[in-house]
C-alpha cells in the first residue's frame, strides 16, 4: 500500500450501484485474458447517466472514449457506493482503469469486500459529504497513514475514517496474502 | 455468556465458537459454494492462480455451479463462459452441476438451489450472486460474495465475515388477500431506504410470515439486499422442514433465536394495514402506494426472476389474467424449468397457468433464466432496448438494469404486474381481488 495517493478527483453522486460502474453487458469479456482485460477499463463507470457523470458539471466521461486508463486517480462518491449486484468485475474495472482509491460517505457491503479483498484499491469513508466539496478534475492528495485528504486545487484539507480490521488484509496485498500469513494457506 | 440471535448462532456455530458478537471478525466453516456463468469462470481463474493449475477444490460435494444468467443468447463470450465452467466441473469431477441444453438444466440458482435441496436449516451458504441472500428464507446464514472470496473458499472451505447486527421485523396477522410477499419486503426498503442495513440481518418474524409459502419466504429474504443487508433470515419452522425434507435427505440442524436475543432494532408492522405498493424508477426504496401512481401509463409488464418468477407469482398473476387480455406487451418468464412445466400442471379454476396466459395474450419465454431482468446481451427476451416504461416482479430497477438507460421500471407484485398488464396503466390489485 501506498503512503501517498495522489491524483485528479472524479465526482458521483449517491448510490451508484454496480451496473452504473460496469453495465451487465460487458461482463462477459475475460479478466484472465490480458487483452479483454482492457475492455473493463474502457467501460468503467459508463452506465451513469450523462449528466451525473463527474459533477458538479456532468457530462464527463470516467474513461475517454475509445481509451482504457482514466486520466482520473481518485474517485469521490456519495453514500452506498457499489450498491446492486455482487459482481467483482465492478472492483476491478475500476483499477483496470487506473483508479487508486475511492472515497465515499458508506460503501454497500460486497462491493466493499470484493474491493479489500482483492486488493484493488484503497476504499476510504469519508467522515462528510465530501462529494459536494469537491469538483471533478480537483488536484488531491490522500495521506494513507494519516488518513486525510487534501485538495491541492483550493488547500482545504478533510479527515477520513481510519480503516480498521481491513488494513491487514490491504497491507497483506489481498486476502490469499492474508491467509497465508495467518497460517490458513499452507505454502 | 449473551444470548445470540439466529444469525449469530449460525456463524458461532461454523466457527467453533461458543458465542459471537456483532462487529467480530471471524473465520467460518463454509457448507455450499455456489457460483454461475456470470463470476464462475473469473472465480477459476483466481483459484488456479492462488492454488496452482492442479488445485482441486476443498469438497466436490459443497460446490454447486447454475448457468443461468446469460443462456438463450447469441453472444460468443456468453457462451464461452458456459463453456469453461463445463471444463471446470469436468476436471474437478463435480457432482452439482446444471448444464445448459441437458436434462439437469434448470434456470436462476437462487430458485435451483432449494428445488435440488442445497438450502438446508442451520447452514452457511455463499454464492457469487448478491441475490444468495434469498436461501434465508431456509433458517440459514447466506449471503453473496464476489470471485476472490469464492475462489479462497474453493481452496480452503472457509471465510472470514464480520458478525452482523440483526434487525428485526414483525408482520402482526396474516396478509390480505390482494398483497404479497413483494409488497411487504418494498414496503421495509422504503421505510429504511436502500442502505437501511447496509451490514447488517434482516429477521422476518410474526405471524404474517410464518403463514407465508417457501416462496414468500423466499421473496422477503430475495431483496434484502436491496437494503444493503448482508443476510436475510426466517427462523425454520414446520413449513421450512417439510419443504427441505422433500428435496433431500441430507441432515441438518435447526437453529432458533435464543429468547432473550439482543436486536439492532425491532420494528412491527400490522399486515392489515399496509396497502399494493411499488418502487418507482430508479431505485428500490422510492415506494409508492399502487393508488398514489394509479393511471400511469406503461409500455411493457414484466413477470420473472428469482424475485418474481417463481410458481407462485405466476399463480398469482394467472388469477388476475384468466379470462381478460393484456394491454401491452407482458413477458414472462419462469425462473427455473421446475417452475415452467408448472405453468402446464399448475391449474386456476380448471385451466393451467400457460393456457390462461397464452390467451390473454402474454409472451411466454422460451427457456427459464434471468433474461431481461438484468438487461443482458442485446438479443435478450424482453430486454428494454429503448425508452420503455416497465411494471416488473424483478428486485432492481436502477437507471439501465433491464437494459436501456433512458428506460423507466417501475417494481410491483406479481399481482399489481397483472393488474397493470391488463389495464395498460398502473393499477390497483384490488380492482381484481376482494
Ligand atoms: S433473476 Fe435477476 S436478480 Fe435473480 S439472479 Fe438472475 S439476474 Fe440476479
Not at chain 2, 492442479?54 to 447469441?74: G, M, N
Not at chain 2, 436475510?232 to 421450512?240: C, E, F, K, L, R
Request: with cysteine; hydrophobic share 40%; charged share 25%.
Amino acid at each position: 500500500m501506498k503512503d501517498f495517493i495522489r491524483g485528479m478527483a472524479y465526482v458521483v453522486g449517491d448510490n451508484i450501484d454496480t451496473d452504473q460502474i460496469i453495465p451487465a453487458r460487458h461482463l462477459v469479456y475475460s479478466l484472465s485474458d490480458p487483452e479483454e482485460r482492457k475492455l473493463y477499463g474502457r467501460y468503467a463507470m459508463s452506465g451513469i447517466p450523462d449528466g451525473l457523470s463527474g459533477l458538479p458539471k456532468g457530462n464527463i466521461r470516467l474513461v475517454e472514449e475509445g481509451k482504457e486508463q482514466s486520466s482520473y486517480k481518485i474517485i469521490l462518491g456519495g453514500k452506498n457506493f457499489g450498491c446492486g449486484s455482487s459482481r467483482e468485475h465492478a472492483a476491478v474495472c475500476l483499477q483496470i482503469a487506473g483508479i487508486e482509491a475511492v472515497v465515499a460517505e458508506s460503501y454497500a457491503r460486497i462491493f466493499y469486500r470484493n474491493v479489500v479483498d482483492g486488493g484493488f484499491f484503497v476504499p476510504f469513508e469519508a467522515t462528510m459529504s465530501l462529494n459536494t466539496e469537491i469538483a471533478t478534475g480537483d488536484e488531491l492528495e490522500i495521506n494513507v497513514n494519516l488518513g486525510t485528504l487534501k485538495n491541492l486545487t483550493n488547500r482545504k484539507q478533510y479527515g477520513l475514517k481510519p480503516l480498521g480490521d481491513i488494513i491487514e488484509i490491504l497491507r497483506a496485498g489481498d486476502v490469499f496474502e492474508y491467509a497465508r500469513k495467518k497460517g490458513l494457506i499452507k505454502r | 455468556m449473551g444470548a445470540m440471535t439466529l444469525t449469530e448462532k449460525i456463524l458461532a456455530r461454523h466457527a467453533g465458537r461458543a458465542h459471537v458478537g456483532p462487529g467480530e471478525n471471524i473465520w467460518v466453516n463454509v457448507d455450499v459454494l455456489m457460483t454461475h456463468d456470470v463470476c464462475g469462470p473469473g472465480t477459476i481463474s483466481i483459484f488456479k492462480k492462488q492454488f496452482g493449475e492442479r488445485a482441486k477444490v476443498w469438497d466436490r460435494e459443497k460446490v454447486v455451479v447454475i448457468p443461468d444468467h446469460y443462456i438463450f443468447t447469441q453472444d460468443t463470450h456468453a457462451h464461452r463462459n458456459v463453456d469453461i465452467l463445463r471444463e471446470f466441473v469436468r476436471e474437478q469431477e463435480l457432482p452439482y452441476f446444471y448444464d445448459v441444453g441437458t436434462e439437469r438444466y434448470k434456470g436462476v440458482c437462487h430458485i435451483a438451489l432449494p428445488e435440488e435441496g442445497h438450502t438446508r436449516p442451520g447452514e452457511v451458504l455463499f454464492g457469487t450472486d448478491s441475490h444468495t441472500c434469498t436461501a434465508g428464507a431456509f433458517g440459514e446464514f447466506a449471503t453473496g460474495i464476489g470471485n476472490t472470496d469464492a475462489a479462497l473458499i474453493m481452496g480452503i472451505g472457509k471465510l472470514w465475515v464480520k458478525v452482523p447486527p440483526t434487525m428485526k421485523f414483525v408482520f402482526e396477522g396474516s396478509l390480505p388477500p390482494y398483497l404479497m410477499a413483494k409488497d411487504l419486503i418494498l414496503w421495509i426498503i422504503g421505510d429504511i431506504g436502500v442502505d437501511g442495513a447496509t451490514y447488517k440481518a434482516i429477521e422476518f418474524a410474526g405471524d404474517g410470515v410464518y403463514s407465508l409459502s417457501m416462496e414468500e419466504r423466499m421473496t422477503l429474504c430475495n431483496m434484502v439486499i436491496e437494503a444493503g443487508g448482508k443476510n436475510g433470515v426466517v427462523a425454520p419452522d414446520q413449513v421450512t422442514e417439510e419443504f427441505v425434507r422433500s428435496k433431500t435427505r441430507r441432515p441438518f440442524e435447526p437453529v432458533h433465536n435464543d429468547p432473550d436475543a439482543k436486536y439492532d432494532s425491532v420494528k412491527v408492522y400490522r399486515s392489515q394495514d399496509l396497502e399494493p405498493v411499488v418502487a418507482k424508477p430508479h431505485s428500490p426504496d422510492n415506494r409508492a402506494l399502487v393508488r398514489e401512481v394509479a393511471g400511469t401509463a406503461l409500455d411493457r409488464a414484466y413477470i420473472g426472476s428469482c424475485t418474481g418468477g417463481k410458481l407462485t407469482d405466476f399463480r398469482a398473476s394467472a388469477r388476475i389474467l384468466k379470462g381478460r387480455q393484456v394491454k401491452i406487451d407482458t413477458f414472462i418468464v419462469p425462473a427455473t424449468t421446475e417452475v415452467m412445466k408448472g405453468l402446464s400442471t399448475e391449474t386456476v379454476d380448471g385451466e393451467n397457468l400457460l393456457s390462461i396466459f397464452q390467451k390473454a395474450g402474454a409472451r411466454i419465454s422460451e427457456g427459464a433464466s434471468c433474461a431481461a431482468c438484468l438487461g443482458g446481451p442485446a438479443d435478450t427476451f424482453g430486454r428494454l432496448n429503448r425508452s420503455e416504461v416497465c411494471i416488473s416482479t424483478t428486485s432492481r430497477n436502477f437507471p439501465g438494469r433491464m437494459g436501456s438507460r433512458t428506460a423507466q421500471v417501475y417494481l410491483a407484485s406479481p399481482y399489481t404486474v397483472a393488474a397493470s398488464a391488463v389495464t395498460g396503466r398502473i393499477t390497483d390489485p384490488r380492482e381484481f381481488i376482494g
